[in-house]
C-alpha cells in the first residue's frame, strides 16, 4: 500500500515536471506580453509586474499612433490569423477527402509496386520545397493561383496528404478485416463499407492525425513567404513585427499569444475526442 | 479470401483507381517542377545572371571535393538522428507517464501537445532572447544550480546541443501522440493475459507494450527523420548554421549558397544531395516499419 | 506646427509647379493607373505611407504597398525580379544587393527618366543627393558586368541612409568615468576598464551574425582605416584583400576588442539585439548605423531617450582618418513593371525635397539623403533638440567621408558571407592569419 502512495506521488511528481518543461517556454511567452519593454529586458528576470495590454492594442490597431506604436504602417494582425485557419484548415480538409480512400487502397489492396507507390508518395514529404519555390512561383503566376487560397490550399498538400494517407494506411491496417468481411457477407459493396463500417472506427485516429497535420501545416513559412501576398499566413506575419524603429519583443510576444489561441483550441476539443476512441485497436 | 476476390472483380479495380486517383493527381501536379529542379542542378544558374551553362556533374563533383560538404553531411545526421532518436525515448516515456492512471496525467494530458502550438521559426527569437547567455531566462534557472554562462546557441561547443535541445522540446509531443495512439490501442486482455503468466511491469513493457507500439515508434520517427534532416526553421532563426561552421547543416549551407550568394545551380546541387540523404533513411526506415509490423501481427 | 507649415509649403509648391509647367510636366499624366510598391517593414516605409493620401489626390495615381519583414524581403524580390514577374513596379533596394541584379538587366535604368523635362518635375534636382550617394548608385552593365563609372547609368533613387558610427550611452559612460574611444585598441581598453568599473554592464555591442549584415557595419568601416580592401587590384591582378598584413593586423585587433567587449550572445546579434542592448541600457556602447541611436532618442520612444550620444566610427591606432560605411535605402524601378511611368512618378514624389523635409522632422526618414534637406530649417531644429545630443554636428563630421566601402561587383554576397562565418571562427579562437588564408582561397575559388 505504501508502495503504490509513493509511486503515484513520484509519477505526479515526474508529470508537474513533464508540464513545467513543456509549458514554461509558453507561459513565458504569454508574460512577456502583457510586460513593458523594460520588465522584458530585466534580468534576472522579472515575474510579478503590473501587465499591460498595450502590446496587443499595437498588435490590433488600436493603440495611439506615438512612438509605442509602428507609425502609420498597419499592422493588420487579424487578417493573417483567419488566412492561416483557412489555408490549414482548408488543406487539411483536402488532404482527408483524398488520402482516406488512399489510406484505404493502400492498406486492403495487394497490387504490383504497391510499396513504390506508397514511398513515391512520401516522398513528397521530403522534396526539396526551396529548389522548386521559383518556378512554383512563376507557375503559379502564370495560372493565376499567386496570392489565391486554392493555390496555397493546393500547395500545402505536399506537407499534408502525405502523412494523412500514411497514417490513414496505419490505421486502417489495425482494423481487423474480419470486421469488413463480416459486413461483405451482409451485401454491402466497398465503397458502402469504407463509409459506414471503416470510417467511423477511424475516426479517432483520423482526429488525431488532422490536428497533428494542421499544426505542421500552421508552421509552414517559405511557402506564404514566396506564394502570397495579402493572403499571407501568420507565420510571415508574425516576422512583419520586427520594426527597427521600435521596441518589438514586447510585440512580438502578443503576436505569439494570439497565433497560439487556433491551435490551442483545437489542441483542447481534439483532445476529447483521443480520450473517447483511441481504443478502435482493442477490437482485434 | 475476400482481399482476393476483391482484387480480381472488375468492380474492385475501379474502387481502387478511384481511391489513389485524387491524391496522385494533386500530388503529381508537382512533379515536373522537381524535374526542373533537378535539372537546375546540373547548371551554373545564378539569380542575376541570365546565361545559364550546362555543367554536367560539375556541382556535384565541387562540392564532393570539399571538406566543408562533408562537414555539413555529417552535421546533418549528427543533428536529425540525435534528435529523433531523444524525442522517441521521451516521447515513450511520456505517452507511458500520461497512460498511467495517476490524477494528473488525465488533467495535464493537453499540455503535452502545447509545444506544437507554435510555429519553430517565429518562436526562434524568442529562443535567442532566452537563451542569451548573459540575460537569458534559462542560465538564470541554471544559475540555481551552479551553471554559469551557459553558451547555448552562441557558443561553437554547445551550439549544436542547443537546436537539438529546441527541435526536441517541440517535436517530443509528437512523438508522445502517436504513441500515446498506440499504448491505447493494446487491448487489456493482453496485459492481462501477461500479468496471469506472472510477468513483472518491466517484463510486460518489454515484452508486449513495448513490441506493439515499435511500429508506432518507427512511423513517428520516419516523419520526424524526414523533417530532421530538412531542418531549416528551427536553425536558421537561432544560430544560422553557426557559429563557425557548427550548425552548417545542408539545408542552412543550400539556402545561403543559393539565395544569399546567389548561387543557385550549386545550391540545388546541395538540395538534391540533401533530398538524397532523407530519400535513403526514409527507405531504411520504411522497411523497419514494414517489418515490425508483420512481426506484431 | 513646424510639419504644417512644411505641408501647406509642399501644397503650394505643387499647385506652382503644375501651373506654370502643365505643358512638359504633368503630375496627372498617369491619372487611374494602380501600381504596387514593395519595401522593408521600416520607418522609412511610415514616411512614405503617412503621406500617401496626399500623392493619390496629387496624381490619380493609386499605390499599393507590400511590406516585408527585413532579412526576408530580399529573398522575396529575388524571386520577384529574377522571374520577370510585372507584380512589383516599384521596389525598394540597396545599392549591394542591386550589384547581384542589375547585371541581368532586372532594374529599369533611370536617367532617361531624369533628364526628360516632361517626365521629372524641375524641381525635382537629382544634383542634391549627396554626391557619395549619387556615385554609389552610377554604374555600367556590359556584357553582364558591372562597369564602375562615374558617368554611367544611375540605377535608383536614395530614399535615406544608414551611416556606420560609433554610439554610446552618455549616462553610462559618464558615471563610469570611461571617454568615448578613438581607435580600436582604445575601444577595447575602454570596454576593460566598463567591465572592472560595473560588470553587470555589457560594454560594447556590434553585429556578429552569420551573413554580410555584420560585415557591413562595423568591421568594413574599421578595417579600411587599417588599409584593409575587400578587393584589390584590377583585370588580371584582382584578387582579395583579406589576407593582407594589415587585414591581419586589423582582424587581430577586432577579435580582441570582441573578446573583451561584446556581450557571449555577439554570434547571435542582429541589428534588434544591439539595438536592444543600448535602449535598454544594458550595453554602453554600440557600433553600427546611426539612425539606431536617432530614433531611440526620440522623446518617449525609449528609456533611453536623451542618453545616446554619437561619435565617428574607430580607427586603427596610427590612422586619424576613419571610415564610414553606408547602406542606401533607395527606390527602383523592376524592368518587367508595365507601368513605369506611375512608378517613375511616385518614386520622384516619395524622393522629393519636401517629402525629404516631412520624413525626416517627423523623426522617420533618418539620415535624409538630400544636401538641401541638412540645410532646411526646420529639419535643422528638429535635429538639434537636445535630446538627439551631437546627433546633427556628428553626421557633418561624418559626411564628407561616407562611402560604399565595398568593391561593386557581381556575386558581392559570396566573399561577404564567408567573412562573416570566418569572423566567427576567429573570436571562437581559430588562429587569425591561418582563417584568414583560408578565407582568402575560398574567395579566389570563386573569382573566375
Same mark, same amino acid.
Given at each position: ?284 | ?178 504513441? $500515446? ?54 536553425? $536558421? ?21 543559393? $539565395? ?15 533530398? $538524397? ?21 | ?448
Amino acid at each position: 500500500m505504501l508502495k503504490g502512495k509513493l509511486t503515484s506521488l513520484v509519477l505526479n511528481f515526474l508529470i508537474l515536471a513533464v508540464v513545467f518543461v513543456m509549458a514554461f517556454p509558453i507561459v513565458w511567452i504569454v508574460m512577456n506580453s502583457f510586460k513593458e519593454a523594460a520588465d522584458i529586458n530585466a534580468y534576472p528576470p522579472v515575474f510579478r509586474f503590473d501587465p499591460t495590454l498595450e502590446n496587443y492594442k499595437v498588435l490590433f490597431d488600436i493603440a495611439d499612433a506615438e512612438a509605442s506604436s509602428y507609425g502609420t504602417l498597419k499592422v493588420e494582425f487579424f487578417k493573417p490569423v483567419i488566412n492561416s485557419v483557412i489555408i490549414s484548415a482548408g488543406a487539411v480538409l483536402l488532404s482527408l477527402i483524398a488520402g482516406v480512400p488512399a489510406g484505404y487502397a493502400l492498406a486492403r489492396y495487394n497490387f504490383r509496386a504497391k510499396e513504390d507507390l506508397a514511398f513515391f508518395i512520401l516522398g513528397f514529404r521530403f522534396a526539396p520545397v526551396l529548389l522548386v519555390i521559383i518556378p512554383m512561383f512563376q507557375f503559379f503566376q502564370a495560372i493565376g493561383l499567386y496570392d489565391s487560397y486554392f493555390g496555397m490550399i493546393w500547395v500545402y498538400q505536399l506537407i499534408t496528404l502525405p502523412m494523412i494517407i500514411w497514417l490513414c494506411r496505419s490505421y486502417v491496417e489495425d482494423i481487423p478485416v474480419e470486421i469488413e468481411e463480416a459486413a461483405a457477407i451482409c451485401g454491402a459493396k466497398r465503397p458502402q463499407i469504407m463509409l459506414q463500417v471503416v470510417l467511423p472506427l477511424l475516426r479517432p485516429g483520423l482526429v488525431g492525425a488532422a490536428l497533428l497535420v494542421f499544426l505542421l501545416a500552421w508552421h509552414n513559412f517559405a511557402l506564404g513567404l514566396i506564394l502570397t501576398a495579402e493572403k499571407t499566413p501568420v507565420t510571415v506575419a508574425l516576422l512583419k513585427l520586427l520594426n527597427p524603429g521600435i521596441s518589438f519583443y514586447p510585440v512580438v510576444s502578443a503576436g505569439l499569444v494570439v497565433s497560439m489561441i487556433v491551435p490551442i483550441a483545437l489542441i483542447i476539443l481534439g483532445q476529447r475526442h483521443l480520450e473517447r476512441g483511441l481504443t478502435f485497436g482493442a477490437l482485434k | 479470401m475476400m482481399r482476393e476476390g476483391v482484387n480480381r472483380g472488375r468492380s474492385g479495380r475501379t474502387f481502387l483507381l478511384i481511391s489513389l486517383l485524387p491524391a496522385i493527381l494533386i500530388l503529381g501536379g508537382f512533379i515536373l517542377l522537381f524535374f526542373w529542379g533537378f535539372y537546375q542542378s546540373l547548371t551554373d544558374m545564378r539569380f542575376g545572371r541570365a546565361r545559364v551553362d550546362f555543367e554536367g556533374l560539375g556541382n556535384y563533383a565541387r562540392l564532393f571535393d570539399r571538406g566543408r560538404f562533408w562537414d555539413s553531411i555529417s552535421t546533418t545526421t549528427i543533428y536529425a538522428f540525435t534528435a529523433v532518436a531523444c524525442e522517441a525515448v521521451l516521447g515513450l516515456a511520456i505517452a507511458k507517464l500520461f497512460n498511467t492512471r495517476t490524477l494528473l496525467a488525465k488533467w495535464c494530458r493537453p499540455v503535452i501537445l502545447l509545444p506544437l502550438v507554435l510555429p519553430p521559426l517565429s518562436v526562434a527569437l524568442m529562443w535567442t532572447t532566452m537563451m542569451n547567455p548573459e540575460t537569458g531566462v534559462l542560465n538564470y534557472f541554471l544559475s540555481f544550480i551552479g551553471i554559469n554562462n551557459f553558451g547555448w546557441i552562441s557558443k561553437a561547443d554547445t551550439a549544436m546541443f542547443a537546436v537539438v535541445f529546441i527541435d526536441v522540446w517541440t517535436f517530443t509531443p509528437f512523438f508522445a501522440l502517436i504513441i $500515446f495512439a498506440g499504448l491505447r490501442g493494446i487491448s487489456p486482455e493482453i496485459i492481462e493475459a501477461g500479468r496471469m503468466n506472472g510477468a513483472k511491469a518491466w517484463g510486460l513493457f518489454f515484452r508486449i507494450e513495448l513490441p506493439m507500439v515499435l511500429p508506432y515508434i518507427i512511423l513517428a520517427a520516419l516523419f520526424r527523420l524526414i523533417d530532421s534532416l530538412n531542418q531549416f526553421d528551427i536553425i $536558421f532563426g537561432t544560430t544560422q548554421g553557426g557559429p563557425g561552421n557548427a550548425t552548417n547543416v545542408l539545408s542552412i549551407s543550400a539556402y545561403f549558397t543559393a $539565395f544569399q550568394n546567389l548561387q543557385f545551380g550549386r545550391g540545388a546541387a546541395i538540395m538534391i544531395v540533401n533530398w $538524397f540523404v532523407v530519400l535513403v533513411s526514409a527507405l531504411v526506415m520504411v522497411k523497419l516499419w514494414r517489418y515490425t509490423r508483420k512481426r506484431v501481427s | 506646427m513646424k510639419r504644417h507649415t512644411v505641408a501647406l509649403a509642399l501644397a503650394a509648391g505643387v499647385l506652382a509647379t503644375t501651373n506654370v509647367l502643365a505643358e512638359d510636366f504633368d503630375w496627372r499624366k498617369y491619372e487611374g493607373t494602380e501600381i504596387t510598391w514593395a519595401y522593408d517593414i521600416h520607418p522609412y516605409a511610415d514616411a512614405v505611407v503617412a503621406y500617401m493620401d496626399e500623392f493619390e489626390e496629387l496624381t490619380g495615381i493609386k499605390v499599393k504597398p507590400e511590406l516585408y519583414p527585413d532579412d526576408t524581403y530580399w529573398g522575396k524580390l529575388n524571386i520577384q525580379l529574377s522571374s520577370g514577374s510585372p507584380d512589383w513596379d516599384v521596389v525598394g533596394i540597396g545599392v549591394q544587393p542591386a550589384w547581384d541584379v542589375t547585371p541581368a538587366g532586372q532594374l529599369t535604368p533611370l536617367k532617361a527618366f531624369i533628364e526628360d523635362p516632361s517626365m521629372t518635375n524641375p524641381e525635382y534636382d537629382y544634383e542634391d543627393f549627396f554626391p557619395a550617394l549619387r556615385r554609389a548608385w552610377t554604374w555600367n552593365v556590359e556584357e553582364e558586368k558591372i562597369i564602375d563609372t562615374p558617368d554611367g547609368e544611375i540605377w535608383a533613387i536614395p530614399h535615406a541612409f544608414e551611416n556606420v558610427q560609433l554610439m554610446y550611452r552618455t549616462d553610462i559612460l559618464h558615471r563610469l568615468g570611461v571617454e568615448p574611444p578613438g581607435t580600436l585598441p582604445e575601444l577595447t581598453a575602454a570596454c576593460m576598464q566598463i567591465t572592472k568599473a560595473d560588470p553587470s554592464i555589457t560594454p560594447m555591442a556590434v553585429r556578429g551574425v552569420r551573413f554580410w549584415s555584420s560585415i557591413h557595419t562595423a568591421p568594413i568601416s574599421i578595417a579600411r582605416s587599417y588599409g584593409v580592401s575587400d578587393f584589390v587590384g584590377s583585370g588580371e591582378d584582382f584578387d582579395t584583400g583579406l589576407d593582407s598584413a594589415d587585414s591581419i593586423r586589423f582582424h587581430k585587433d577586432y577579435v580582441e576588442m570582441i573578446q573583451a567587449c561584446a556581450p557571449d550572445s555577439w554570434a547571435n546579434d542582429n541589428w534588434y539585439q544591439v539595438v536592444d542592448g543600448l535602449s535598454s541600457g544594458k550595453t554602453a556602447m554600440a557600433m553600427d548605423a546611426n539612425m539606431f541611436g536617432f530614433w531611440n532618442n526620440i522623446k518617449g520612444a525609449s528609456e533611453a531617450s536623451g542618453k545616446i550620444a554619437f561619435a565617428p566610427p574607430v580607427t586603427a591606432p596610427d590612422s586619424a582618418e576613419f571610415a564610414s560605411n553606408i547602406f542606401i535605402w533607395s527606390l527602383a524601378i523592376n524592368s518587367a513593371s508595365e507601368k513605369k511611368g506611375a512608378a517613375w512618378y511616385f518614386m520622384q514624389w516619395a524622393t522629393s525635397k519636401e517629402m525629404n523635409v516631412r520624413g525626416a522632422t517627423d523623426g522617420k526618414l533618418v539620415n535624409p539623403p538630400r544636401a538641401s534637406t541638412w540645410e532646411d530649417q526646420a529639419w535643422v531644429d528638429y535635429a538639434k533638440q537636445p535630446e538627439f545630443n551631437n546627433f546633427y554636428d556628428t553626421f557633418n563630421t561624418v559626411q564628407p567621408k561616407i562611402a560604399l566601402l565595398f568593391t561593386p561587383r557581381y556575386g558581392f554576397g559570396i566573399a561577404m558571407n564567408a567573412w562573416a562565418v570566418a569572423m566567427q571562427d576567429m573570436v571562437g579562437g581559430a588562429d587569425v592569419q591561418e582563417r584568414l588564408s583560408e578565407l582568402a582561397d575560398d574567395i579566389r575559388e570563386e573569382l573566375e
